[in-house]
């Protein structure tokens, strides 16, 4: 087809396509018309409002809305997906139920009278668990960013500074350094302003929000995260930022302190990266998601750390979630995941813990999954940083 | 009922309450489970995982999953939504249809085998529409703070600056005053980290978003806004930032320039605020949304700016929208629009025009409706201003 629209170079977009198409088999669909705009971003390495329908079999066809004016890179125009017309009537669609709302998802199956519509979301969330290579460099290119940030971190401190102006500083050269700012989440159980931070006591503050940690925020409407705490000696500072300075994202956390903390945090936060390490080796294709939950728990345990392994007064299913567009794809790292890990697949893995009085220790680092355990995108130094 | 989970006044909680019920009547519904965020926020002052049943005749019931703990405040802890019991088993329940994905929606509705279920979307939307004087004092404060860094922004400015290099200084000055950052919108159209700031002809760059203006962004995963480009001479500066200081947004934009633009940008933005200000005089409890949209196109008109108006390459379908929770509020100031004004009514104008070789130029102001008029809540100087 003629068709400049996919800016992916074309082998790239052919392999994410084929991706999918096998993930679909399952469904039975002739095909699945693709409507978010992660999905929309997988599969052409850009954004607009539209459609994409995508056969098990011959090219995909596109449907935008907007922006206006984009027929001639190949799109069908349209102002409504009632315009949608697929060629051959297929007999079972696909459509991403699980992120439509009902409202359009129904909209959209009445378009297509002649077809059982079924789910393709889970299909598609499959398909992106395994990245392939040009996603890998993508990840890879956040992470030396994302890595140069934290790096500097330990210099945006001064005596007396809150929680929420170290934020802001590490939000500033966060942009400058590229990142996007815009922190994609899938499902509707979390909402993030750019970075986790928190200092002390406030760590141990139950949210709302399926991340692993939690913190007060500074108001009402976005309780996680910072609180406006002032930054004690003695006290923790666990820096959980958004790495997307691509259209991939890296997750990464480190440890901060104005001066070394308690004995019993220093030994937690070793353990942490003492579990992450037994992760890099254990972890290869084939090895089941909840062994790796199990074995972060149990080091936990062996370390008399389990009460405060994943919170303390709330605690955290799940030790590590696959990052990609996304910051929470598959496969998740929690006791009861059916998922075995395949090569390909991009992890961050954050078993940290809550130790009263001092705040949040451990890391968090994402890696991508090779035949020979897991290699590390985000290599800032892991032990506890003080600041400078 | 012994209720210490709605933090919001108990006189602002009945209010709200009785204004979804008295939209409700139109559904038949006999109450109405509230699952998303912004709804429970509206309702509680807070954000919880869970739901909340508000029935027609009797209290809220409060079920909640995350944080944990929440029972001794009033709440029925719950792991999954199997779990909610709603008493006397009613008849026909409104969902959140527009908003809850097809997949939760039928999960939800099985619960509840016994009732009929309906939309209860467009009520709360309808509720939430009209402002109550509480949410009207905290949407005031967000326009207070935005106004103090608007003032500020000239002195951000230096030559040979980037449009993303203004807009990081702006989003660190907005924080460091309050601002919130997150950027709640309602529906699938929308994504923009925390401000739009169009310089020269990025302005005409056509997005896939449903923003007024649009831009190229600077990565291809999030195409709107800064791009980049170095301000210069004779081009503008748009800047339309995230204005929620509380859990209640103002929505304001103003143009900058390093040096005056030509008379024709400049007769564009005195045409904004002409639009503006007619709008101040005419807009009633009663005045149709379209007729404020017909007004401001024919002003453009008259100016002979039409071509211009609401965009060059692409324009956008309406001139302005509510705000408050979130960006995208009704009523949408819109052609085809059957809304009537009512007292209470917070709408965003942003009548604004991209001028070929210059940029963007106008002005966008947050109102309240009030019986003499509309009441401005974003009182920063409206005349493009000179950057220091």
New interface residues.
Partial sequence: MNNTLV?LPPAEHALRAEKIRRQLTATGADGVLI???VNI?YLT?????GYIYLPVQGDALYFVK????MSHEGAVEIRKPEQIELPGQPHKIA?E??????????RLSAVFPYAEIT?G?GAIAMARAVKTPYEIEQIKASGIKQERVYRKIPKLYHDGMTD??LQ??I??LS??E?C???F?TNG??M????ANVLAGENADS?????FAM?GRG??????VGADGTVIRPGESVMVDANG?Y??YMTDMTRTFAAEPLSDQAMRAHRCSIEICHRAEAMAKPGTEASAIFHMAEETAREADLHNYFMGH??KAGFVGHGVG?EINELPVIAPRSTYRLEKGNVIALEPKFVIPQVGAVGIENTYVVTDNGLQCLTNAPEQIVIFE
Same sequence: chains 1, 2.
Avoid: C, K
Wanted: hydrophobic share 35%.
């Fill in positions: 800016i409507h978010t705009y971003y390495g850009r954004i607009f409002t907007r922006p206006v004016g459509l139920l699980d992120n439509l709302s009902y409202t359009a998802a129904n789910n979301s929420i102006e802001i500083e939000e500033r942009r400058l590229g996007l700012g815009l994609r509707d159980t909402e993030l302003f750019m139950p949210t709302p929000y399926d939690g500074i108001d009402a409407s976005i309780p997307n691509t259209g007064r709330q567009i």
